[in-house]
């Protein structure tokens, strides 16, 4: 540790990866800089003006020189690029069995729900050695969800889910903070991330649950705003089945395919008009102002919980 | 002649064709500046492809041809006003000038009855928006925001482009162009086209390009 | 009030008298000087915001100001600096001075325009002041929606005025540019016997022309959003802010390089005149200018890797993006081969230029940093940018600005600048500047977020650093205000060609005459002939 610290704790699976392309990076640096400083220096020295009359010979360039060093820089930001597309390649691509969690950015807070439930406030609980996906957005302005313990970072942005995962390694207390500007607190913006030995976390778990699960609370607000009248499990209703829907591709009226994901359905609950199902009506109304971004996140795991259909085919359903 | 001859110039001919290039110049920034506009347009027309059919439906197209017929005439007009400076003809460019400054301000009467017609259907965006057939009300609104933001922002050129024309005439009366000095006149021409033009892409894109899909 | 050197001879300066001379002028060179003066002014509130900021982090737990007031202050500091003064500095103070002298011509194709591009900078600039005392602004320079739309309750409006009226200036500043090459160049003056000086403000303008549009249809539908509340940024209405980010970094980034272009221009200058040697790869240099103008307009995608724009499009921007390093590192390596065998003056510009080069490599280097996917995810939003475009902008803009300062203040005031004072302030400036932002990509490594008005008390140390290195920069450039205000009174006269250079711009007098040449002069050489300039040629090497 000591007193100054010049590189962050590495805690999660990227920051090996990231902090190895940053050594890289350095090190070309280091050896471009060096090589044109100690240039500058030498001829500086080496050539300087001994009288005022002097005139040296004009040397009007050489094309094997530019060609060499136009083509060696390149060929080393090829590697960088690819280096470094490789990792943000892995962090777009979360494993099929991670850890959800819900995040809502409001002025100026974190609001982080669990599936079991648990809810917290500028604090993250997680069990170390196990993959965590955020599925986040923003009720105001933009906010950006940064961990640098684990080198990422990804922006919340109003109207839209944007995801991001890590894996942490390193049980410990890590800074969260708001990275995208978001006005007057902004700077206090954020807290701790909690990583846990699995059966510290598991404790911690079973603590903080009230109320029931997530898929829990969407099924109750599914009864409460009355969901159910329309779309009926066995497809009877004036609206399509959710049974089985997530995941599934959907047939739209006018020919387009949509991927029921977490985007599409929030989208249809707020925006219905956007997508049309094939064969439906565009007969529901917005629940825009009547349902909270969380209230949306739990109506999505309550989807999500809902099963195939008895007899469904089970080809149309996608594993999850 | 040398009155007209600037002092950083050595000959007219190099100041002529300083001030052509340099409308010319002018005339790029004008196509990024709506570009911008189209940018934005052509993003929510794709997200939003259903509503803005039903919108772009909702314009009156004969009034938009109308319109389009208009401004391709003092188009016409402006050609011949040029080409009356160039002979040097002082009445026949007066005449033109007075055509093309007519035929613009049609445009932009028409274009007044339109906007005002938009007010009372209430296809303003706004609190009292309405568009009949489109479930998604923000979404047509965002169609005629950007219909207004364009179109608007075209009108303002419009009215630019009258103002210079009536310079124009005002300087033509005074006799201040010849066969040989007519630059003015030249690139107020290359203005007037390039606002046509404008509109030659507005039109369809606002008006005609979504009128096959199902209503 | 600027004298003229000593012996009564009719130049720029004294041919006419009184304030209404100054205000109605068409000469570029009093035009140039009007622009040096207002954005000198606009560079010293600039640096008041930054010393303020400075000194708010001293501590981490914030204390001397509000957050509101300090999320006001980087605002402002960053609107000031970026929009009224960096993006005119260079172009409309030396490039409207000297680019017409270096190509022969009397003046620029459009003296009235030239003008008005003055007048609006300071009407763009008034509003931004007004904004500024009326209670000022908090968006941050970027103005990212919905906050600038829809959350924030300052003076948007008023300060996106004013930066779209000095858009303007900008525009027609570089259309007056890119007209004067094109059409005003001497008998002779073929496009590669050009200064490279001047093919650096052709690329320049060219972004100013195509990009500054951009920049202003932005900022009407921000005006539209704000006060209509039309829908095209805010979500709840379908609208999508993140095509904000897109249509402001479109003109953003292009911008970057109007700040550094012309400052790359100024060191080809200073390094052929002090080396006394033509540019190594003149050819490649010029055209690593235009090339940077063109591939600066594909890569404003690298600005948004974590907006949750796709994962496509942050591979395609993060790929171009590298090709723009590379005229960029082909440009500093043909300066260092300049030297090579040359004979080379330490003289103040360059100091200045050495400066540049040093200090523009780092930031370049650091800028394939965060070009790389994988740790501009770690770093972007932090302090590390931060360092790194300060090390662009201030460590290679402003180094240029104030080289090119130096060298041309003979020639624009007929006086010489003293030496011993320069050569300190260099020093004290470049020292100041690594001390005040190489600390900052620590900082930004370690996660420090910018835009941050209380900070976790790990990273006190590094803040402190900056700070002490941003006291030392303050010293450094008031030395130059001082002695440069000194010299206009008791510098030494100086000679039409005191550096032995061989620019156009100093084949006339100093202070040049009102049409620049007493006769068009005709141009039988390329540029940085030095055969043409220094007399009894002693050859070395």
């Keep these: 540790m000591g007193l100054l610290r010049l590189f962050p704790v590495q805690a999660s699976t990227f920051a090996p990866d990231v902090d190895h392309l940053l050594y890289f990076l350095l090190a070309v640096a280091v050896f471009f800089s060096l090589a044109i400083f100690c240039s500058i220096f030498y001829f500086a020295i080496r050539y300087r003006r001994r009288s005022e009359n002097e005139l040296p010979r004009a040397i009007h360039g050489g094309m094997a020189l530019e060609i060499l060093w136009s083509v060696i820089p390149f060929g080393l930001t090829m590697v960088m690029f690819t280096w470094g597309a490789s990792i943000y390649f892995n962090e777009s691509r979360p494993p099929d069995n991670a850890l959800d969690v819900y995040v809502v950015g409001k002025q100026w807070m974190w609001k982080l729900e669990h599936l079991g439930g648990q809810r917290e406030i500028n604090e993250l609980h997680i069990p170390v050695g196990r993959a965590v996906r955020l599925t986040m957005t923003s009720e105001d302005a933009i906010h950006s969800f940064f961990v640098p313990a684990f080198r990422t970072k990804q922006d919340a942005v109003p109207g839209r889910y944007t995801t991001t995962w890590f894996k942490p390694t390193k049980a410990g207390k890590y800074h969260l903070f708001c990275a995208e500007y978001c006005g007057t607190n902004h700077s206090r913006m954020g807290g701790w991330v909690y990583v846990m030995a699995p059966r510290d976390y598991e404790a911690w778990l079973s603590g903080g649950a009230s109320g029931g699960s997530l898929a829990e609370n969407g099924q109750k607000l599914f009864d409460e705003l009355a969901c159910g009248n329309c779309h009926k499990p066995d497809g009877s209703g004036r609206c399509p089945s959710l049974s089985g829907l997530f995941g599934k591709t959907v047939q739209l ?14 989208e249809s609950i707020l925006q219905p008009q956007a997508k049309i199902v094939a064969g439906y009506g565009p007969i529901m109304p917005t629940f825009q102002g009547l349902v909270t971004e969380e209230g949306v996140m739990q109506l999505i795991e309550y989807i999500k919980s809902l099963g195939p259909p008895p007899g469904a085919p089970a080809g149309g359903i996608a594993a999850r | ?34 570009g911008g506009m189209f940018t934005a347009y052509t993003v929510y027309r794709r997200a939003y ?26 188009s016409f007009t402006m050609v011949m006003a040029v080409r009356a400076a160039q002979l040097g003809q002082r009445r026949t460019l007066i005449l033109f000038l007075v055509a093309t400054l007519i035929f613009g301000g049609i445009f932009l009467g028409v274009k007044a009855y339109e906007w005002n017609e938009k007010f009372e259907q209430h296809h303003v965006p706004g609190p009292s928006f309405h568009l009949e057939g489109v479930p998604q009300q923000s979404h047509a609104q965002l169609f005629f925001s950007l219909y207004f933001a364009m179109t608007g922002l075209h009108a303002l050129h419009m009215v630019i482009g009258v103002g210079i024309i009536s310079w124009l005439i005002w300087l033509a009366r005074q006799g201040r162009f010849t066969a040989e000095y007519n630059t003015p006149v030249d690139i107020a021409g290359l203005y007037w086209h390039f606002v046509d033009i404008i509109w030659i892409f507005l039109f369809p894109l606002l008006y005609l390009i979504d009128r096959h899909l199902p209503k | 009030m600027i004298t003229a050197a000593v012996p009564e001879r009719e130049d720029y300066l004294n041919v006419s008298h009184g304030l209404k001379s100054w205000l109605l002028t068409k000469d570029h060179k009093r035009i140039g000087l009007l622009y040096l003066a207002t954005i000198t002014l606009f560079f010293f509130l600039g640096g008041v915001f930054a010393t303020v900021i400075r000194i ?21 500091h960053g609107v000031t600096m970026i929009f009224f003064f960096l993006l005119p500095s260079i172009p409309a103070v030396f490039g409207n001075f000297f680019l017409p002298m270096m190509i022969g011509a009397r003046d620029l194709a459009f003296p009235r325009i030239n003008l008005l591009s003055w007048y609006l900078l300071v009407v763009g600039g008034l509003f931004a002041l007004f904004a500024m005392l009326a209670g000022g602004v908090d968006t941050g320079w970027t103005f990212y929606t919905p906050y600038s739309t829809t959350y924030s309750n300052t003076w948007v409006i008023a300060t996106a005025l004013g930066i779209f009226v000095a858009g303007f200036s900008s525009i027609l500043t ?25 093919w650096a403000h052709y690329a320049t303008a060219l972004i100013q022309v195509l990009g500054t549009p951009v920049l202003a249809v932005t900022i009407v539908l921000v005006f539209c959003e704000r006060v209509f509340h039309i829908g095209i940024f805010d979500p709840a209405l379908g609208g999508d802010p993140v095509l904000f980010q897109h249509l402001f970094w479109f003109y953003s980034h292009p911008a970057v390089y109007i700040m550094i272009l012309p400052a790359m221009g100024v060191v080809s200058e200073l390094v052929s005149t002090f080396s006394r040697k033509a540019i190594f790869g003149y050819r490649i240099v010029a055209f690593s200018s235009v090339a940077i103008a063109v591939l600066g307009f594909l890569v404003w995608g690298h600005h948004m890797f974590v907006s949750g724009q796709s994962l496509f499009a942050g591979m395609a921007f993060s790929f171009l993006s590298y090709f723009v390093a590379i005229p960029s590192a082909i440009k500093v390596f043909n300066w260092t081969a300049t030297l090579y065998k040359g004979s080379i003056s330490y003289a103040t510009p360059m100091l200045y230029a050495f400066g540049f080069i040093g200090l523009f490599t780092m930031g370049g280097l650091t800028g394939l940093f965060v070009a790389a996917l994988g740790i501009d995810v770690h770093v972007t939003d932090t302090y590390f940018v931060v360092a790194h475009f300060h090390y662009i902008m ?43 932002f190489f600390p900052q990509f620590i900082l930004g490594y370690l996660g420090m977020p910018r835009r941050y008005h209380t900070y976790p008390a790990e990273f006190q140390i590094l803040h402190v650093l900056s700070t002490a290195g941003a006291s030392v920069l303050a010293v450094g450039y008031a030395i130059p205000m001082i002695y440069f205000a000194w010299s206009l009174r008791y510098g030494k006269v100086a000679g039409a060609n005191p550096w032995g250079a061989t620019g156009l711009e100093w084949k006339t007098a100093s202070p040049p005459p009102l049409h620049n040449f007493d006769k068009i002069p005709v141009v039988t050489h390329d540029a940085y002939d030095y055969s043409t300039v220094v007399g009894e040629a002693v050859e070395v090497g």
């Design chain 3, 56 to 76: 708010e982090l001293l501590t981490p737990g914030g204390g001397l100001v509000s957050s509101e007031t300090y999320n006001k202050l980087f605002t402002m």
């Design chain 2, 49 to 74: 492809s259903d509503a803005f059919a039903v919108a772009s439906s909702s314009l009156n197209v004969t009034i938009g041809a109308i319109n389009t017929a208009v401004l391709l005439v003092s």
């Design chain 3, 174 to 198: 570089g259309l007056n540019f890119i007209v004067t090459i094109h059409r005003m160049r001497a008998p002779g003056m073929t496009w590669f016997r050009m200064p490279l000086f001047v």
């Design chain 3, 394 to 436: 201030v460590g290679g803009a402003i180094m240029g600005y104030m080289g090119g300062l130096h060298y041309w203040w003979p020639k624009m005031t007929g006086r010489m600048y003293p030496e011993g004072w320069a050569k300190l302030s260099a020093l004290v400036i470049f020292l100041g500047f690594n001390l005040t």
């Design chain 2, 1 to 34: 002649m040398a009155s007209t001859l600037q002092e950083q110039f050595d000959t007219e001919a190099q100041q002529k064709d300083a001030s052509t290039l340099g409308m010319w110049i002018f005339l790029i920034t004008e196509v990024m500046f709506f």
């Design chain 1, 253 to 266: 009226a006018g020919g387009a395919t949509v991927k029921a994901d977490e985007g599409y359905i929030r």
